[in-house]
C-alpha cells in the first residue's frame, strides 16, 4: 500500500513545498488581496432626502408651506414635523436593509494555514494568493476558491452556496469554495481564485445587481395621493376663481383657496399608514416573522405566488433515522432530531437486530449529539449524528460500548469508495451507500431482498445506508494483541479488508417534514396563493417531500435547474402552475424564476437560507429568511425573517398582511368620509356665491383632519384579522376602488355632511336667524359652527365601527370588539367637549358650545351614520346574492 504524508507533514517526495516568501508577495502585489469587494456604503444623506421628497412628501411640504404663506404657521410646522419623523423612520428602515452584500465578508476566516516553502504557517487569510497550499481541517472555513489535491475523509458543508442539505464529500481534483467550511477530514488544497474571482464574489455581485421591486403598497399609495392631490389642487383653484367671482379681493381669495387646498391634503394618511404597518409587524413577530422592512407587512398579504426551500423550511432540517431494516423485519422509530423522545415499533427479533445495526453504524461514525439549554445539536456529519441520536434512543450505551471495546483501527470514507470502516477487536465494521457495500457481502438470499428494500425506501424520497461486518480471526490475528497493533491488516489498503461481509441491515434516514407543513400548503393553496419548492438538494429526495407537504402528486412536475428554459416567458408559463419543484438550482436560476413569474403579474414571495438565495431575496417582491438556521446574508437581503424556520409562519403572516391591507382600507374610508363632510359647507358657500356663511371654517377642518380623527384612524389600523381572509384569492384591483368610492361618496360623506349642515341650520334658527334674514357674521356663528363641528366629530364616531367591516353592521360582528378603538373615541369625544368649552381653542378654531336643539340634531349624526350604512350593507348583500343566484341557475 502506498502512503502519503498527511497534509503538513513534509514529504519532499509526496506533499508539494508551496510558494516561495517571494513569489507569494509578487503574486499579491499583482492581483491583490483576498477580499470580496467592499460595496460602496448608500449615502445616509441621499437616502434621507429621498424619504423627504418622494410624491407624498413633497405634497406634504407644499401643505406646509402654503399652511405659512395662509398665516397657519402651527400648521404648517404640524405637517413639516409629520414629514420629518416618518422620513427618518423609513431612512433608518432602508439603510438596515442595504447592507446585506457586507454580511459576504463576514463569511471569510481571518487567518488560515498554508504551506510555504515547504513550512507550516498561519497567515491572514487575506494574503492568499492563486497557488498557494491550503491545509484543511475539520472545522475550516474555507478562504478562497480551492481544487484539492490531497483529500482525507474531506466532507464539505456547501449548503450557503448550493442549498444541498447533506455536506459533501471530496475526492482529488475536486474544487472548494469560498465560504463553505470542512465538517469532517483533512486534506490540502491549491488556490485557484481569490477575492474578486471567487464564487462568493460573483454572489455578491448578484445580491448587490439585484433592484428591489417596489412594493404593492408604494404604488397604490402614490395613486391615492396623486388622486387626492389633483382634488385638493382643482378645488382650491376653483375657489379662488369663485372668491374673485364674488368681489373678493385677490389677496383674501388667494388665502382662502390656500386655506382649502391644505385642508384637502390628507396630512394625517401618512402617519397613519406607517402606524398601522408598525402594528402589524408587531402582530407578525408575535408569530415569529420579524419584519425588516415595514412596507413588506402587507406585500405578504399581496402574495400571489411563494417559492419555498424545501431543508428547513418544509422540512426540520434534522436527519432522523426513520426505519431499520434487517432480515427480521422492519423497525420504525417515530422520533424527530437529536433529542431521545422517540416511538420504536417493531417485533420483538426485528428490534433487537435493528440494535445491533445501529451499534454498528455507531461504532462507525465520529459525529456526536448533546443538549444546549434543552436543544439537542448535533455535532459532525448530520447522518452519523442522527445514527448517534437514534441509538441512545433504543437505550445503547455507546459511552461504555466504546470504553469496553475502542475503535483499534478506522479507515476513513472516501468518495471513490463511499464506504467507511473500522476494526473492533476481532470485529470488521462497515457503513456506506448500499451499492457501494452489498456487492462486497457474502451472498445470502437476504441481499435480494434488501437491494429491493433500497429501491423502496429510496422512492420514499429516503437516504439509505447499508451496514455489514465480519470475523477478522481468519486473517491471522494474534492472540491477545491489543486492537490495531497486530491485527494481521498491516499492508492492506481498505478495498482488501472490505471483503466477505455479512449484511447487518439498512437504515433510512428522512429530514421529516414540519407538524404543520402540509396544513400550511393547503392554506395557501384555499387562499389563492401558489407554492411552488426551490432547492438544491436531489429531484427524488424534493419529490418525496413534496408529496408529503401535498405540494404535487405522484405525478406531479420535478424539473431540475439545468433543464429550465432560458427565454423567460417560457420559463413563467412553465412554472405558472399549481404545484411545481425545481431541484438542484444555481442563484442564477431563483433570480430567472422570480424575474419570470413577476413578468406574468405575480406578487412573488421567495425563502431561502444560504448565501446562493441572497440575490433572489433581493429581487423578489417579499424575500423571506430563516432566523435559525439562515446566514446573516441571507438575513440581511430579505424583507421578512422568519424566527422559527417553520413555513405555516408564513402563512399566518399572509393573514396578518391581508388584515393590514383591510386595515389601510378601512381608515381610508374614515378619512374620505371626513373629507366629503369638510368640503361640503365650502362647495354650499360657492354655490351661494358667498351669500350662506361656511359652517365650518380651514382651522376646524385641519383640527378635524389631525386631532380628533387621527386616533380612531389609527385604532382602526390595529384591526385584528378577519379568520376567514384565507378563504378568500389574494385582492386585486386598486387601494381606492369603485366600492370605497361610492361608499364614501354615496353614502356615508353624504349622511355626515346632511346632518352636518342641519344642526348647523337648526342652530342658527334657535339663535334667532330666520329663512331671508340676513345671516350672523363674526362671534354669532361660533355657537352655530361648533353644532356643524360637533355632528361631524360624532359622525365619525360611528364611522369608525361602521368602517370595521365593510359587509357587516357593527352590532352583527362576530369578532371581539376593537378595545383601542373604544379607546380612540372616547378621547374623540373628550377632545370634541375641550374643543367646544376651553375658549383659547374655541375661539382659534372660530366655535362655541352649540345650542340644546343644534346639538340634538348634531347627535343624531350617530344613529344616522350607523342607519345608512347597515342598508348600504344590506342592499349590497342582497344584490351579491342575487348575482350568485343568478350564476347558479345558468350551471
Known sequence: MTTRAAPGQTDPAEVPAGLNVAEAAARLARDGRNELPAPEPPSRLRLIIGQMTHFFALLLWVAGALALVAGMPQIGIAIFIVVIVNGLFAFAQEYRAERAAERLRDLLPRRVTVLRSGERVDIDASELVVGDLVVLEAGDRISADLCAIEAHALLVDSSLLTGESVPNSLDEGDPLFAGTFVVEGEGLAVVTATGVGTRLAGIAALTTAAKRPRTPLAVELDRVVRIVAVIAITVGVLFFVISMLIGQPASDGFLFAIGVTVALVPEGLLPTVTLSLAMGAQAMAKRNALVRRLESVETLGSTTFICTDKTGTLTRNEMTVSQVWTAAGITALEGQGYGPEATVTGEAAAEVAAAAVLLAGARCSTASIESI??????????????????????????????????????????????????????????????????????????????????????????????????????????????????????????????????????????????????????????????????????????????IQAGLIDQDGLVLEGADLPTDEAMLGALLDREGVVIARVSPEDKLRVAGALQARGHVVAMTGDGVNDGPALRKADIGIAMGRSGTDVAREAADLVLLDDDFSTIVAAVAQGRATFSNIRRFLTYHLTDNVAE?????????????????????????????????????????????????????????????????????????????????????????????????????????????????????????????????????????????????????ELVLLVVSLTFVPLADLLGQAWPPLAGGLVALSAVPALLAADATHKWVRRRRAEARRAGLDSTR
Open 373 to 546: 439549554e434543552g436543544v439537542w445539536l448535533a455535532h459532525g456529519d448530520p447522518m452519523e449524528a442522527a445514527i448517534v441520536a437514534a441509538a441512545d434512543r433504543i437505550g445503547l450505551d455507546l459511552v461504555a460500548d466504546h470504553m469496553a471495546r475502542p475503535v483499534g483501527r478506522r479507515f476513513p470514507f472516501d468518495p471513490r469508495r463511499r464506504r467507511a470502516s473500522v476494526v473492533v477487536d476481532d470485529e470488521l465494521v462497515v457503513k456506506g451507500a448500499p451499492d457501494a457495500v452489498l456487492p462486497r457481502c457474502s451472498s445470502d438470499p437476504s441481499n435480494s431482498t434488501a437491494l429491493a428494500e433500497v429501491d423502496r425506501l429510496a422512492a420514499l424520497g429516503l437516504r439509505v445506508l447499508a451496514v455489514a461486518h465480519r470475523t477478522l480471526g481468519a486473517t491471522g490475528t494474534a492472540t491477545g494483541a491489543a486492537p490495531g497493533e497486530n491485527d494481521g491488516l498491516e499492508g492492506m489498503d481498505a478495498d482488501e479488508v472490505e471483503r466477505d461481509l455479512i449484511l447487518l441491515g439498512l437504515l433510512a434516514f428522512e429530514d421529516p417534514l414540519r407538524p404543520h407543513a402540509a396544513d400550511a400548503v393547503r392554506a395557501c393553496r384555499q387562499a389563492g396563493i401558489r407554492v411552488a419548492m426551490i432547492t438544491g438538494d436531489h429531484p427524488a429526495t424534493a419529490r418525496a417531500i413534496a
Open 679 to 827: 368640503l361640503t359647507p365650502f362647495v354650499i358657500w360657492a354655490i351661494s356665491g358667498g351669500r350662506f356663511p361656511l359652517a365650518i371654517g380651514v382651522l376646524q377642518v385641519l383640527a378635524l383632519d389631525i386631532g380628533t380623527d387621527l386616533l380612531p384612524a389609527l385604532a382602526l389600523g390595529a384591526e385584528p384579522a378577519n379568520p376567514k381572509s384565507l378563504e378568500q384569492p389574494p385582492r386585486k384591483g386598486h387601494l381606492l376602488d369603485a366600492p370605497i368610492l361610492v361608499r364614501v361618496f354615496g353614502v356615508l360623506g353624504p349622511t355626515e355632511a346632511f346632518v352636518a349642515m342641519t344642526s348647523f341650520v337648526v342652530a342658527l334658527m334657535t339663535l334667532g336667524w330666520r329663512p331671508g334674514d340676513d345671516f350672523p357674521t363674526g362671534d354669532a356663528l361660533y355657537p352655530a359652527s361648533g353644532a356643524a363641528f360637533a355632528a361631524i366629530v360624532l359622525g365619525q364616531m360611528a364611522n369608525a365601527f361602521a368602517c370595521r367591516s365593510t359587509s357587516r353592521p357593527p352590532w352583527r360582528l362576530d369578532r371581539p370588539i376593537n378595545r383601542l378603538l373604544v379607546w380612540a373615541v372616547a378621547i
